[in-house]
């Protein structure tokens, strides 16, 4: 129903950026969740950062200062700007907007982008 399509992951240098974009297929009603997580090999998924409608922003701990999630709305947009990249950022980054549909609540992910960070 909803397609979220990923783009700009990469190879970067330590101390580079990268900004990540989340693009829906449609624009999507009664949003409850928007967010970036990420996942390194044999680690679990975490989540990196979020935003509500009312644009109020959350981060994790590893990457304040440093990441900025943001929105377009008019452009069915969800982007993550990256600063300063550690190797330890090094992960698939995957967005996720979660809607209500009636009384259920759906979950769509994005594909996954790979981002590395070289030292």
């Known amino acids: 129903q909803v397609q979220l399509v990923e783009s700009g992951g990469g190879l970067v240098q330590a101390g580079g950026s990268l900004r990540l974009s989340c693009a829906a297929s449609?624009?999507?009603?009664?949003?409850?969740?928007r967010g970036w997580y990420r996942q390194a090999p044999g680690e679990d998924r975490t989540l990196v950062a979020s935003?509500?409608?009312?644009?109020?922003?959350h981060y994790a701990d590893s990457v304040k200062g440093r990441f900025t999630i943001s929105r377009d709305d008019a452009q069915n947009t969800l982007y993550l700007q990256m600063n300063s990249l550690k190797p330890e950022d090094t992960a698939v980054y995957y967005c996720?907007?979660?809607?209500?549909?009636?009384?259920?609540?759906?979950?769509?992910w994005g594909q996954g982008t790979q981002v590395t960070v070289s030292s």
């Open positions: 996720a907007v979660s809607h209500l549909d009636g009384l259920t609540v759906r979950d769509n």
């Open positions: 449609r624009s999507i009603f009664s949003i409850v969740f």
């Open positions: 935003i509500t409608t009312g644009g109020r922003t």
